[in-house]
């Protein structure tokens, strides 16, 4: 995940997109873990648990999960990673150029 | 609904010589748009300022409010006519004005009990439903069971079952199992607002599932590893990709 996670947030450089974590290691293996994969993207310290708040109220039972939010918020892909997770936030941003232009 | 079901109009202050009717359905469009009516707001932003502005549109929608209510008056008159006479043709028009004209008129109810008597095989009780989704009139729902039953149309019957539903969500209940009957008995039926039931139905059952496709995201707030606070809608106009993780 990790390599591919930051190739995807340098190449989506000045544009309008974020990668937002929910993390469920304890602060210290969450520091580790940040610093060792340079890990530049934020996340919610979900405290320390796969049973934090976030993960509760999402329903999120299996570890990693992933949803695809358009600019409205609204949730556009599930499930997506590597190659799957860059079409799906491709096509959200051209998207969005589009319906700017 | 009430917009949906009436012919494109005129803005409110120019319709002075058109009919009582006419003029009501553009002040009640008018109340259901303020603020959207582009031509309105440029001038006010354009002529005046913003103080003085807004104390006029507001007193221009108090006196658009009061004449709407004045035309809210018609529907006893409407429904008297109908009464003349309810298994008429013009009675049903009479009665069709009553439902979508007026929807939350006392005088519904009673509308409602004639047409389900005398005028349950015509098509244009498909316009009844869409008006009943948001109506505050007590028999609502037993009309729409009713017009459900005995319609001969399939149209009407997908449109009372879609208006059920919608309607019954719109109040909180359980309406999932039949928001699914919409989608597979009357999935192809014409919603009158150029899509279809099944199209409507399954957008709202999207909403009602939070976390699938077409649904919007729930809020998430929360702190970062420094305890910095932030939101997920503090990332609204960015795509934004979710990932819940742990580093094992």
Known sequence: ?101 | MLGAVIPPFLPPARTSGSSLQGRFISLAVAVLTLGVVPTYADQDRAEKPLGEAYQALEREFEAARKKSEEAAGYAPRFLKLAERDPAAPAALEALVWVVTQAPSAPEVERALELLVAHHHASEKLGLVCSSLIASRSPGAVRALRAIGERSPHRAVKGRALWALAARLHRTGAASQQMFEEVIQTYGDVSDGHGGTLGAAAEAALARMRPFAIGATALEIEGEDLEGKKFRLSDYRGKVVVLDFWGDW
């Open chain 1, 1 to 101: 995940m990790y390599p591919h996670e930051r190739s995807l947030v340098k190449r989506m450089e000045g544009k309008p997109f974020a990668l937002l974590g929910i993390n469920s290691d304890p602060k210290a293996a969450l520091r580790r873990a940040m610093a060792r994969e340079k890990i530049t993207w934020r996340s919610w310290w979900d405290g320390g648990r796969t049973g934090g708040p976030i993960a509760t109220r999402w329903n999120v039972s299996s570890w990693p999960t992933t949803y695809v939010l358009d600019a409205q918020g609204v949730i556009r892909y599930k499930g997506v990673r590597e190659q799957d997770m860059d079409n799906a936030v491709d096509t959200l941003i051209a998207e969005m150029e589009r319906a700017g232009k």
